[in-house]
């Protein structure tokens, strides 16, 4: 019987058995079929400073727990793979629990698969990815990551431009204690235990639990708070000798932090601190004075018989919490049926429970619905003012025809708080079959299952007098009208279902020189979505009553509505998956891949077409679909690691979204046809063992094919934004970098260094401004005001280098466990100051005069500002 490795045996097991490629796929049954073709050919674990360039028919890369560790206490695994080529993240806070800006190759977040021990990550609405909540950096065995094509099992309703996939150590067969602490600049505390029970029983029963607690302060105010827990926990149970287990896994994450990073951080002419829209973009300078107002200080003593304006504390941008409750079950096995068979099952629960979104000014009396301009009176208390009068969340305010500031009137405005809610529960399995036709022949199949219920609502909540929200959850106590009906700024549920099945098959010729892979995956995706409010515009806007006699009344009054109503959504399509790898030499090789890519509308997309009749062809909005080419070489040794590839990703009905966190909502736009193309490379070598360097780099272009339709004239001619010819906003054009790694005796010192180009800010290429513009001749009018525009940002986001640094002792030589060490972290050790994460936007918004030919500009796109120079000390003590 053929050597087998367990499925997901420790990074340190792994470099010492020498056969890694088992950790290079997602799923156990990926693992289970690369494994399979190691054992047969006798592939070595190729591995230079924690870096490998797996010898795969697709474009790779994996970093294991010895590059990990070396990076910021309790940093995000996406912050890491910034170290690879072709990858671009930037984090919203040096330690990771404040989110990111991730793109692979141009492709944003919602494009990119995120994979946890083989199970989707993304939302199951809109396919984001939010990296402040992924797992403890401590327990990540390794991390991979295919660039531009997924596996053929993955789990996407979205991927079209690549895959990150991480996976959890297995506990180990000894009893042993981790414990570390950390604290650094921006008063960071962290603190991260764990235990590893060794084997418990004599057929080898073993389990880890951890927990770990981490909070600091927002680097760019005097307000925001960041506090985050985690708690996971394993059991192993493997069976046999011939590799086989049953695993389950269980991670539960709690996120509290206030948003940032958006606001100017000067106050000269033109850029003032507090949240408006215009001033979004910092320049490049020093000067990091900002404060908002905090504490509180504006109160407001309702005056009956007076219409009394609300209080704009905690109305402030950085005010807004953006908390999160995660939580997952995990399960994976396997087992192996005489010499040919194998079966691998990984069933999987989620839980999902978060909100982002703002304050809003709630009114006590009802809104007059008619169209028509009725005469009604709708601030008196009596319910028959008018029947026209109602109370619900309408035209982006909450309106409860009660009193809410015991006054005695209905005349009032009340600040409140009202986020975004979410909670998802999700269940899923992906399961394999393995038949060995002969040592060199392989071939499985697999179908997948992934099930969300994904309800968005958006209750409103009260603050307190100094602007704090008592729950920061307000569905927890929603706030309701005099109707009794609970008001909301949206109400839907949706269901997103996915059924896959996909076969493939890897064969070696040639005395194993020539690996091919050809596999096909066939996704059905169902989309089962209802809108409990009306649907009032195509961006998405909706008004809300929660009530039956008020919608059948709204419905009268404004018939150009999409009422409340459910709508299913199917999508499916053949995906072929095709490569190959030769080696010219054990150790130089050429590998290729062709796959096609699928990437089904967001919720919201969908949900914005409800204001089309169903009949229309905007009322089904299109699939994205790929076509990728990778072509590459490598060279692998004991010292080096090297890869070099280019690709090219032909994209078809190409839908880009950007977030604008004053709507609270995705803005969408379709691109049609865009190509993208570039070349990544990265180079490992260790020439002595006390020395190890590693330079990586990406060049990547894209080009819009057509001008985007963006509106009409009032003669019913189309609008057009100018992007043909263009690149897409918010990806690099270039970056590149590097790592220097030295020892001596018990001290390790490495520096990393990263270049990242610049980022187009809209799809059009033009620069970003303020003010108005005046055409030649023209004569403003009006409120215009402005005698010109000004120009606030170039048409690109400067490039930036971002150098981190690390440095180590091991404790050893005190006396103490040889596993005690004390390690030194430096973020943005130059503190350079830059414009961080923003998902680009097609064009700057602008309102136009068409007498006078004036423009009036627009705020900018959101961005954030990158992380300032953060140090932190972390002493570990392990046995």
Known sequence: MKIRYQLAASAVALTICSFSSAAFAQSTGSVDFEEEVIVVSGTRTQDVAGIQAPDSTKAKAVLTQEFIERQNPGQTILDTINAIPGVNFQNNDAYGSSGGTLNIRGFDSSRISLTFDGIPLNDSGNYA???????????????????????????????????????????????????????????????????NTGNLTSFGTRAFFSASKATNDNPFNNYGVIDKQQYNAKVYQPIGSDGDFIAIAANYNENRNNFFGSLPLRNDAGRVVGSGSGNRFPANNDEREYLINFPCSTTVTPVAGTADAAT???????RRYNPSNTGSIRGSSKFTFGEKLTLTVDPSYQYVKANGGGTVTAREARRDIDPTGGTANCTTVTTGAGVSCQAGYLSGSPFFGKDLNGDGDILDQVTMMAPSQTQTHRYGVISSLRYEISDAHSIRLA??????????????????????????????KPQIAANGVTLQKRNRLSYAILQQVSGEYRGEFMDSDLVVTAGVRAPFFKRDLTNYCFTSSAGGFVECFGDGNQNTLNATLNPTQGAPQNRVFKYDKILPNLGFNYKFTPEFSMFASFAQGLSVPGTDSLYNAFFFPITTARARPAPETTDSVDVGLRYRSG????????????????????????????????????????????????????????????????????????????????????????????????????????????????????RTGPRNIFDTGEATYTGTYIPTGAVPTGTLGATARTQIFGEAAPAYWLVNLDASINLGFLGVSDKTRFQLNVYNLFDQFYVGGFGGGLAQSASYNRTTGVATYGGPGFVQIGAPRTVSGTITVAF
């Open 639 to 754: 010292n080096i690691q090297a890869q070099l590839s280019g690709w090219l990703t032909k994209f078809q009905n190409r839908l880009a979204s950007a977030y604008d966190p004053e709507l609270d909502q995705n803005v969408y736009r379709n691109l049609g046809n865009v190509d993208k193309y570039g070349i990544d490379g990265s180079v490992s070598y260790r020439p002595i063992p006390e020395l190890a360097v590693y330079v990586f780099g990406s060049y990547m272009k894209s080009e819009i094919k057509n001008n985007v339709a963006i509106g009409e004239n009032t003669n019913g001619s189309p609008v057009f934004a100018a992007t043909a010819g263009q690149r897409e906003g918010g990806s690099p054009k270039y970056s590149f970098g590097g790592t220097v790694r030295g020892e001596v005796g018990p001290v390790e010192l490495g520096i990393t260094a990263k």
């Open 312 to 318: 704009s504390c905690g109305t402030e941008f950085d």
């Open 129 to 195: 990815i939010y990296s402040n909540q992924q797992l403890d950096p401590e327990l990540i065995e390794q991390v991979n990551v295919n660039l531009g094509t997924t596996d053929v099992d993955s789990p996407t309703a979205s991927a079209v431009g690549g895959t990150v996939n991480y996976r959890t150590m297995t506990p180990t067969e000894d009893f042993g204690v981790k414990v570390s602490g950390s604290i650094g600049d921006f008063n960071f505390e962290r603190l991260f235990g764990m235990v």
């Open 447 to 476: 179908y997948t299952f992934d099930r969300a219920r994904h309800r968005q609502t958006g209750e409103v909540g009260l603050l307190d007098v100094n602007g704090e929200p008592l729950d920061v959850f307000p569905v927890n």
